[in-house]
């Protein structure tokens, strides 16, 4: 376990907090035995199942025998938006599905009938534009009502979503669309982002242009902006489902059938295109927005994440809609106008969970308690963390200041291979340790292995991995199964046997009462405020540049962020290292992948740390950049220039400061 760093020195925590007793005798779920009916993992996925709408029943509720291919529930057939919004558009047609709060202040409110009702003609819209079953739609939007909308209108039509983040560049944009051959593309004229404008639809036109799959671009305007129409490809979004019947039946699907694709970084260049299919991830997807949040029919339900990450496609939409909720989407960043800006939509709304990343929770705590101060946040219940490890200090903040001491926090583990939380406490079940995401809920099975994959004993610490199929795991790589095994499932696995383990990636120990403490990644993968990027794909775009030979990536420890990004970076013979080439390669990087990929910092270096087989030793350049008493340098071919690069990144944090 040479790459988890300081696992013994982790954690001496010991404060422990029970469920208040209010929470414990007004939820739903407040039992420790439903821990024990969840160790029959078919039996209580089944039955959770069963709360869903389907048009035909299953035969069987799992089908390992295509291992570590799963299926769930298979012979079903169901439309996920018949869940989603048919049923409560029926049962509870006024009831709010969305608050929609624009940046700028503006608002809308968006009920099941008025969602349903625009849902079903969108899908309308882009059955007019050709699109089928099975059809591949790419989404580039910003955090808009018609952004939820454009996910469940692909789902009602069984065209398979991939959404890719709108802070995505160009270029990583065109390399989604291509590697799924997305025939259709929505975006936006525009999205707002703390005060200003970015041309989402410039970016997504950049993109189209490497790409043959796309017939159409679907435009909506959220700013007016006069953005540039291709005569023939362009539609406006308002014309194009105006003009559409206000129904549209729901197409019936497998429960196997893929319901979107989502692409993630791992340790090579290429992002991989996470594949989730109907029946089981909204079954899973389903239960745990209900159980982990306690959720209420008179709540508002605000998880903070872009729907263009794993976390919004769960937990705003998919989630929360199968279970009528009421949720907030807030299209910009927590600072505009003020500080305050979360506060006050919290006490706008009368926001009762809230869902959001410790990065964000060590930026509220950095502004200072005064900002929380000024609104009333009573009506808050359960506080929700998710995206990386949450240090005790700020678990204890967002405990004190956020809930004032009487709201239970979910520190939720999972991933968007998982689909759905893996791990993590119930409310009003789940005594809860500061920085620990306590147990795996029911129903999920975890262990903590060595590097032979032997169980490692409580107290111990080691490789996470999950050891039982959950509903809504990953299929599948899109295009790539063999990379889908060996990534996850062949480190950890005896087939032969009969036994297969999910490798997740992370590291973890666990405590003598088996509870969980996630320590990390063990892989090339940072993990920059909750955001997964590979040091290999910003490396990559470093290497691009005309002026650079090598480049070296690591994420450092970051008391914001949770990691920053560090590049060391050497220069083709005659180029001078300064600040505008730090300023272009920084821009490279964004240009490559997306401004949150840019290295915080940059070093120039004649040489970069090697074994003698030529990998480049990124655990020596995160000790240096983490000022850490330097690690062997035994095995290096060229140990001298370990000493020369800890000096220049010494000289760089000086100057910084
Ligand atoms: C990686 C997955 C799941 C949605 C957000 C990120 C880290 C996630 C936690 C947590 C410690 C966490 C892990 C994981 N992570 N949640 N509660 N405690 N680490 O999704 O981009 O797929 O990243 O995020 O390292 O492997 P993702």
Redesign the pocket.
Known sequence: MTDIPAIDALYQESRKFPPPPELVSSAATNSTRIYAEGDDHQNFWEERARSLVWRHPWDQVLDWSGAPFAKWFTGATLNVTESCLDRHASATPSKIAYYFEGEEGDSRTITYAGLLEEVSRFANGLAELGVEKGDRIAIYMGMVPEFPVALLACARLGAVHSVVFGGFSPEALADRINDAKAKVVITCDQSRRKGQTVDLKAFADAAIERCDSVEHVVVVARTGADVNRVPGRDVDYRELVSRQRPVRPATECSSEDPLFILY??GTTGKPKGIVHTSGGYLVGATTTHREVFDLRPDDVYWCT?DIG???GHSYVVYGPLANGATSVIYEGVADYPDKDRFWNIVEKYRVTQLYT??TSIRTFMKWGDDFPGRNDLSSLRILG??????NPEAWMWYRDVIGKGRCPIV????????GH?M??PLPAVTETKPGS?SMPLPGISADIVDDEGRSVPFGGGGYLVLDHPWPGMARTIYNDPDRFVDTYWARFSSPAEGRWRYF???GAKRDEDGYFW?L??VDD?M?VS???ISTLEVESALVDHPSVAEAAVIGRADPITGQAIAAFVTLKAGVKGNQPLIAELRDQVAGKIGKIARPASIVFTEDLPKTRSGKIMRRLLRDISEQRKLGDVTTLANADVVQEIARRAQMQATTEE
């Not at 963390?385 to 949450?390: A, D, K, L, S, Y």
């Not at 520190?411 to 998982?418: A, L, R, S």
């Open positions: 993630t970084s994440a990450w794993i976390t990343a410790p963390t998710v995206g990386e490890p949450i520190d939720t583990w999972w991933q968007t291979e998982t939380m791990i993590s995401a997740a990636g992370d996630l990390g990644r993968v993990n909750g955001h997964r």
